[in-house]
């Protein structure tokens, strides 16, 4: 499937090799398709997802406003909230490049070290 020429210029090539997540996956095939709607199993198979994820990768991203559906058919969700994920998305991503992965055990508070007064 093609990328266009802004996410070829700004996207990193270990986003470009491994294809991205299933989620990111997803909504690439529908923003690229817009302008038609389709059934789960044409995603999974348009987007090499297997069919027992597809399900709660798109209630995922329904939950999140990024996909819509009606029916049997799903969609790419409407502009502002797609916006508003690509934003975070950049915003995460260039906070990473720059300072590295996050450690989620870092954030838990029984990990600090407490010093003796």
């Not at 969609?75 to 909230?81: K, W």
């Given at each position: 499937m093609p990328i266009d020429i802004e996410t070829f210029?700004?996207?990193?090539?270990?986003e470009l090799t491994r294809g991205g997540t299933n989620a990111e996956r997803v909504l690439s095939f529908l923003a690229a398709n817009a302008d038609q709607a389709f059934?789960?199993?044409e995603i999974a198979a348009e987007t090499e997802i297997t069919s027992n994820s597809i399900?709660?990768?798109l209630s995922r991203l329904e939950d999140r406003d990024l996909v819509r559906h009606r029916g049997?058919?799903?969609?790419?969700?409407?502009?502002?909230?797609?916006a508003t994920y690509?934003?975070?998305?950049s915003t995460a991503r260039a906070m990473?490049?720059?300072f590295g992965p996050e450690d989620p055990e870092e954030w838990n508070?029984?990990?600090?070290?407490?010093?003796?007064?």
């Open positions: 210029e700004t996207t990193s090539k270990e059934a789960p199993t399900g709660a990768v049997h058919y799903w969609a790419i969700g409407e502009e502002e909230a797609l690509t934003a975070t998305r990473t490049d720059r508070p029984e990990n600090e070290s407490h010093e003796d007064a």
